[in-house]
């Protein structure tokens, strides 16, 4: 059972929305940042936002971060084939330490 | 550009010592402004943060509650590297184990290539 609530899965088709949401409390969301990470079979994960909505360079412009209260999301627009990946949102805890949600496997219809 | 390279055993039997080292090019693992983590990831899918390291003036470690009472990470500057040692372990430390850079308010960035780690006799 992961601090941070995820969904299992989601999908979408190409070009489309897609937001995949990151529910946690008042000792990590409500507190700290949030990071979204990409992770594709067989390779490490990849920063994809940190500090709730910031971009590493490279990442495109496609993914988003935001938080409200102790709720944060990632959305993904012009959805492409490539992004069908499992994706994770981690936050530190005042308690726990880090803590990550349990992962949503993005499937590309 | 800061790059991390793991090596270590990928079976290790129960009750065991599970020791991996990651190798740190492109930054200092004493570096005031970084951090160096472990973080695994289990068959089931989840990823786990287990534990930092970082120099402030003076070493401190954090570590996951979970691990808490069985984890090392330790660095080692005369190599440029830092180490995690998972003590008592049993199968369900069966994972693969990351190293990567980076404090959380900016990510943890970049990542070890992963190694793939079994606890079985």
């Known amino acids: 059972q992961s601090v941070l609530t995820q969904p299992p899965s989601a999908s979408g088709t190409p070009g489309q929305r897609v937001t995949i949401s990151c529910i946690g409390s008042?000792?990590?969301?409500?507190?700290?940042?949030v990071n979204w990470y990409q992770h594709l079979p067989g390779t490490a994960p990849k920063l994809l936002i940190y500090?709730?909505?910031q971009r590493p360079s490279g990442v495109p412009d496609r993914f988003s971060g935001s938080k409200s209260g102790t709720s944060a999301s990632l959305a993904i627009s012009g959805l492409q084939s490539e992004d069908e990946a499992d994706y994770y949102c981690?936050?530190?805890?005042?308690?726990?330490?880090?803590?990550f949600g349990g992962g949503t496997k993005l499937t590309v219809l | 550009q800061v790059q991390l390279q793991q090596s270590g055993p990928g079976l290790v039997k129960p009750s065991q010592t599970l020791s991996l080292t990651c190798a740190i090019s492109?930054?200092?693992?004493?570096?005031?402004?970084?951090?160096w983590n472990w973080i695994r990831q289990s068959p089931s899918g989840g990823l786990e943060w287990l534990g930092r390291?970082?120099?402030?003036?003076?070493?401190?470690?954090d570590y996951a509650v979970s691990v808490k009472s069985r984890i090392t990470i330790s660095p080692d500057t005369s190599k440029n590297q830092f180490s995690l040692q998972l003590i008592s372990v049993t199968p369900e430390d069966t994972a693969v184990y990351y190293c990567?850079?980076?404090?959380?308010?900016?990510?943890?960035?970049?990542w070890g290539q992963g190694t793939l780690v079994t606890v079985s006799s």
């Open positions: 990567a850079g980076g404090r959380h308010i900016t990510g943890w960035s970049p």
């Open positions: 492109g930054d200092s693992v004493s570096s005031n402004s970084a951090a």
């Open positions: 390291t970082y120099y402030r003036s003076k070493w401190y470690y």
């Open positions: 008042s000792s990590n969301i409500g507190r700290r940042t």
């Open positions: 500090s709730d909505d």
């Open positions: 981690a936050a530190w805890d005042d308690s726990l330490n880090g803590v």
